[in-house]
């Protein structure tokens, strides 16, 4: 057991097990507060202290101990997290959030991402955007829509607006699609957002894929899902820089180099993030992939209705 | 019809917290629509589009919290209002981390509860065998809820514990009942004479219910984890366990419950069981009951028929009532099935499991065995009988919904039931599905509200199957007592409402599915 004994006289019950590699120097001011993480911001960045439930992500401080309710703030300098008088050392290496390890093989894409738009809507709740995905299964195929929300106003236009959005993104105007996404839905994180950084991280992949550049289409998408939300904009500046969350990176490498149980296995890790964010993302990387198949996938293999990026 | 609305300032919810103030508002008397969302373009453009758009919204910006609701009435409206209030202020309460004590060490708990001699562990796997160490250290027994522990942790904490006469329930125990409370997902039951050793978590669950529910009781339930049993562990804490309650004088009748031992575990628990002096009666799901015999116990096929025997050991019964009694219904489960085997259409033949327990997935494997040779699941009782994919059905299929695959950062099945309804859906759909078999487990622990989140989904799922010209039975048990916070005689009336062919216990229900689909297969 490591000694907890950091400052005379204090004996501090938590250590930082684990620190992001988007934690950067500076002061932050709390955000917001939920059970299992304390969120502060400093200059549109976010600092996530979390509990190891919630584990290792790019903007994440895992403790391993009870969360500091009281603290108001905090200070990242000289590897060292200062909160409220104490300080905590910061381990060294960070939590890599990047992909940059992976070797894609696009056959095992193919294969992979071909199982996990037949099998997410079972497994995706049914609250969530997975609706968006050929707007099939067993609901469908019913004739109504299942769930709380079941033949309500609010949740009818909700669906029609995001196919709408959907529709602009992927065979209309792309900024249009974005800034019918930015927003949209339920959440403290809206469902719409969590879908914009979904669509992100598929821009990462098709890039790594294919081969080719992303990083501007990247940034596009991103400067227009910006909004006056700091917790969504700072996600959506993290998926645009290719960090990403433990779960979320450990799906997408088995997305590009695992075999397809282990890409369901990771994928169903994703979904277990917030009551729907992690649906709603993997909805969104998962159209984007499909739609956009003509950017990356080998040619004569692109069904019917596939696209290419658009550059703006 | 009235719109009432409110905007709060900068005011964050987690997004679980959110949802369910919509829901609980829909739900709500006189309510027709209801949303909580933040106030971006997109969401007011969305409420706009729904008649939901107050007036109060216009100055909203996307870090507020927009709450709309359209009600019949304005004192309707009202009420829905103040309800999400409170609903948000519970919300706020819940991620606070809640009132009362909150040790922070194991040192600050022991000094705030002195004279504990028990901890229950719940931590994240890897630092679970750590923490249980330091109690066992302290003197305490441990019961370890966490899962993910190495197996060669689990072995040093039970000869460590086993050393020193200190019980180590788990690791992955999911409950116990000591001395009368219930621990983790346990039920509510009467206390009396009857002690429990239980490898198989929801097989603890279904014998203390069936045992109270028959109008004995529990002296005390003991969990060990399912590893115990197996050749690595040794069965240090099963047998342990039973030694405990050999002893005990409260305890007059031992109940053993588990998946079959390893060999070498069922010598030594034959070797304990040598002159115990008490009766004991054991399931081993799927061993030949002539095994248990052999060791000098009474031996049981069904967890329902253990608990039963048990019982009627305890108030004084003959063995050979208890099971005439269970021959007899499974005659009129017969009957039923052939009552019910007309109403199938043509290509409708095969039974489908979905499982929040365990130990039910195995129980209705083995029971189902009498029926039909080829049932795959996940977590099949025979290794060739594997479901390739989890996630899709093949043929007759039984799904434990608690196994890794479907928890993997989502809340237990038996918490939380939106992969199984989703799942009673697309099993609906399957032109060649006639039976559908569910249980719904009660208890401390378990979804506080299982009719109103079950039976939408069954309703749904026996009408897209009329829709397309097909009857689909459900077969389902509710294992609990009325003891339980559920109200069980109230969760059951509602899922007989649904349609719900309700049977007494997993192996009766197990039954009534085989017997279906034994009849259509000719």
Redesign the interface.
């Known amino acids: ?1 490591s000694d907890t004994r950091l400052l005379p006289g204090r004996t501090l ?1 938590v250590l930082v097990s684990s620190v992001g590699d988007a934690v950067r120097p500076g002061r932050y001011v709390l ?5 299992s993480a304390l969120n502060f911001l400093g200059g549109g960045r976010l600092v996530s202290l979390v509990s ?2 919630v584990g290792p992500g790019p903007a994440n401080v895992v403790l ?3 969360l500091p ?1 009281g603290a108001s703030s905090l200070a990242v300098e000289g590897g060292g997290l200062g909160l409220d008088g104490r300080v905590l050392p910061l381990p060294s290496p960070p939590y890599r959030s990047t992909l940059d390890g992976v070797s894609p093989e696009r056959a095992r894409v193919e294969v992979n991402l071909r199982r996990l738009s037949e ?1 997410l809507p ?6 969530s955007l997975v609706f968006l995905l050929g707007d099939g ?3 469908e ?3 109504g829509e ?4 079941r033949g ?3 949740a ?3 669906r ?2 995001m196919r709408r959005a959907c529709g602009e993104l992927f065979g209309g105007s792309l900024a249009a699609g974005v800034r ?11 469902a ?1 957002d969590d879908f914009l950084c979904g669509v992100l991280a598929a821009l990462d992949v098709v890039g790594r894929v294919s081969g080719r550049d992303r990083r501007p289409a990247r940034g596009e998408v991103c400067r227009l899902a910006l ?4 917790l ?1 904009n700072a996600f959506l500046r993290l998926s645009r820089d290719g960090r990403y969350h433990h ?1 979320h990176k450990g799906f997408l490498e088995a997305l590009m180099a695992d075999g397809e149980g282990a890409a ?2 990771r994928a ?11 649906a709603d993302w993997l909805t969104g990387f998962t159209l984007s992939m499909e739609r956009w198949r003509g950017s990356w996938s080998s040619r004569g293999r692109c069904p019917k209705g596939s696209t290419t990026i658009p550059s703006r | 019809m009235v719109i009432k609305g409110t905007l709060s300032k900068g005011k ?5 917290t ?2 369910a103030v ?2 609980k508002l ?1 739900a709500c008397e006189g309510v ?7 106030g ?4 007011k ?3 706009k ?4 758009l107050s007036g109060r919204f216009a100055a909203s ?3 507020d919290l927009l709450i ?1 609701v ?1 009600a019949s009435t304005e004192a309707l409206a009202s009420t829905a209002m103040a309800r999400a209030e409170e609903l948000l202020k519970a919300g706020k309460k ?4 809640g009132k009362g004590v ?1 040790p ?2 194991l040192e600050a708990a022991l000094e705030s509860l002195p004279g504990a001699n028990m901890a229950v562990i719940s ?2 796997g890897k ?1 679970a065998a ?1 923490e249980a160490m330091a109690c066992l250290r302290r003197g305490l027994h441990v019961m370890i809820f966490s899962d993910n522990v190495p197996l060669e942790r689990e072995v040093e904490l039970k000869r460590f514990g086993a050393a020193r006469g200190l019980m180590v329930m788990g690791p992955d125990c999911g409950t116990a009942i000591i001395n009368g409370a219930p621990l983790a997902f346990a039920n509510v039951v009467r206390r009396g004479d009857i002690g429990v050793v239980s490898a198989a978590g929801t097989g603890l669950q279904e014998v203390a219910c069936a045992v109270s529910n028959a109008g004995a009781g529990i002296s005390q339930a003991l969990g060990t984890g399912g590893r115990d049993v197996k050749k690595d562990v040794g069965g240090i804490m099963f047998l342990q366990g039973l030694k405990a309650l050999l002893q005990d004088s409260r305890t007059k009748v031992v109940l053993l419950v588990s998946k079959p031992p390893h060999p070498d575990v069922v010598a030594k628990i034959g070797r304990a069981l040598r002159g115990a002096g008490k009766p004991v009666v054991a399931v081993f799901m799927g061993a030949e009951p002539e095994l248990v015999a052999s060791l000098g116990a009474f031996p049981a096929v069904t967890l329902e028929e253990a608990a039963l025997l048990a019982a009627g050991l305890s108030l004084g019964e003959k063995p050979g009532a208890v099971l005439g009694g269970l021959l007899r219904r499974q005659d009129e489960l017969a009957k039923t099935a052939e009552r019910l085997a007309a109403g199938f259409a043509k290509g409708q033949r095969y039974c489908r499991g979905l499982f929040c327990g365990g130990t039910f997935c195995a129980e209705a494997q083995v029971v189902f065995r009498r029926y039909a040779s080829r049932a795959r699941s996940n977590a099949p009782v025979a290794p060739f009988l594997d479901l390739r994919d989890s ?2 059905s093949v043929g007759h299929s039984f799904v434990d919904l608690g196994a ?3 928890t ?3 809340p237990h099945p038996m918490i939380d039931y ?2 199984r ?3 009673i ?2 099993e ?2 399957d032109p060649e599905v006639a039976v559908l078999q569910l249980d719904v487990v009660l208890g401390h622990g378990s979804n506080p509200t299982p009719a109103s989140d079950l039976a ?2 069954i309703r ?1 799922g026996v ?2 199957a009329k ?1 397309a010209g097909r009857h689909l039975a459900v077969v389902a048990t509710v294992t609990g007592t009325d003891l339980d916070p559920q109200n069980k005689a109230g969760v059951e009336a509602a899922l007989r409402k649904a349609g719900v062919l309700l049977q007494p216990s997993n192996a009766s229900a197990s039954v009534l599915a085989g017997e279906i689909v034994r009849r259509l297969g000719r």
Request: some cysteine; charged content about 25%; aromatic content about 6%.
């Open positions: 057991m019950d955000h917001s507060s939920f059970a190891p439930r391993d101990g009870p309710r099998r079972a497994m995706a709740p049914v609250e299964g067993p609901c195929a019913g004739g299942v769930g709380p929300g309500q106003a609010w009818r236009a909700a029609d607006w019918m996404l930015r927003g949209a839905g339920r959440g403290l994180t809206p719409g909004g006056g939300n700091p969504s779960r369901l296995r169903g890790g994703v979904l277990g993030v917030g009551a729907t964010s992690g | 964050y919810y987690d997004s679980v959110l949802m919509a829901r829909s027709l629509d209801a949303a909580a969302v933040m971006t373009d997109s969401n453009a969305i409420l589009a729904s008649g939901l910006s996307d870090a709309a359209k819940k991620d606070a981390g909150r922070r060490s931590v994240a630092y750590d996630w899709k890794d695959e479907f993997q950062g989502r939106s992969v309804n989703r799942r859906l697309q609906a759909a939408p989904a749904d009408a897209l829709k």
